[in-house]
């Protein structure tokens, strides 16, 4: 059965780090478009990064650029989300989600937008507070 595994959430000050994975089934890792959202209290579901496992295309949010590093390891069907300088804004439920209807490519990118990913993980919690 096709699912994502999020994990790597927990609480931290602000300016520290965390390290997100999505583990994936194959069938929904190869070849194909993996994004990090996340959710914030009292907010809708935003895009943080995507990244094809194909490919070398990755793409980010304004608010993460140069913050926050996507990745993948294709021997663990594993997409990465490096967090650093985290500050408060930050903190939220991230989820993990597939292009299930395959709409981007490894040479022209990923859709950006939530409604776009169509299978989602059960999500990891992000603290960052003094």
């Known amino acids: 059965q096709a699912h994502l595994v999020e994990s790597g959430g927990g609480s931290v000050m602000p300016g520290g780090s965390l390290r997100l994975s999505c583990l994936a089934s194959s069938d929904i890792y190869n070849d194909n478009c993996l994004g990090w959202f996340r959710q914030r209290p009292g907010k809708e579901r935003e895009e943080v990064a995507q990244?094809?496992?194909?490919?070398?295309?990755?793409q980010y949010a304004g608010s993460v650029r140069g913050r926050f590093t996507i990745s993948r390891d294709n021997a663990k069907n594993t997409v990465y989300l490096q967090m650093y300088g985290l500050k408060p804004e930050d903190s939220g439920t991230y989820y993990c989600a597939e292009d299930t209807e395959r709409i981007g490519g490894a040479l022209y990118g990923c859709p950006v937008k939530a409604h776009d990913f169509g299978a989602w993980g059960q999500g990891t919690q992000v603290t960052v507070s003094s």
């Open positions: 990244i094809h496992t194909g490919g070398d295309t990755t």
